[in-house]
């Protein structure tokens, strides 16, 4: 069955770079139509979608993080990441990635697949 998992440190100090993997195993992420998009959810705030890597390679980052997210992969081993930069302790939140045979969305139910999220707590 398909599979996501999330990893990355759990504590990243203020003006850092958060750097997180997203697993997946089950399906390759060359999949034709197939998206893979990073969320994330503040606590006690709604997700928020960040951006895309697509089935060819090309990347769509919301404008909300534009300057400061970028989205890559690497096909050998099944892996997307994403790159933030310059964090604040607003970053703070339950990061996911999911995949859909589009993207943008920010309901879960709009996902074919979801990671057990990780979470990612912003402080010095």
């Known amino acids: 069955q398909v599979q996501l998992q999330e990893s990355g440190p759990g504590l990243v100090k203020p003006s850092h770079t958060l750097s997180l993997t997203c697993t997946v195993s089950?399906?390759?992420?060359?999949?034709?139509?197939?998206?893979w998009s990073w969320l994330r959810q503040p606590p006690g705030k709604a997700l928020e979608w960040m951006g895309v890597?697509?089935?060819?390679?090309?990347?769509v980052v919301s404008p909300f993080f534009s300057g400061r997210a970028s989205i890559s992969r690497d096909t050998t081993k099944s892996q997307v990441f994403l790159q933030l930069t310059s964090v604040i302790p607003e970053d703070t939140a339950v990061y996911y990635c999911?995949?859909?045979?589009?993207?943008?969305?920010?309901?879960?139910?709009?996902?074919?697949?979801w990671g057990q999220g990780t979470q990612v707590t912003v402080s010095s």
């Open positions: 890597i697509g089935f060819t390679g090309r990347t």
């Open positions: 999911a995949s859909a045979k589009t993207y943008g969305m920010e309901s879960r139910g709009q996902y074919d697949y």
């Open positions: 089950g399906i390759s992420i060359t999949t034709t139509d197939t998206y």
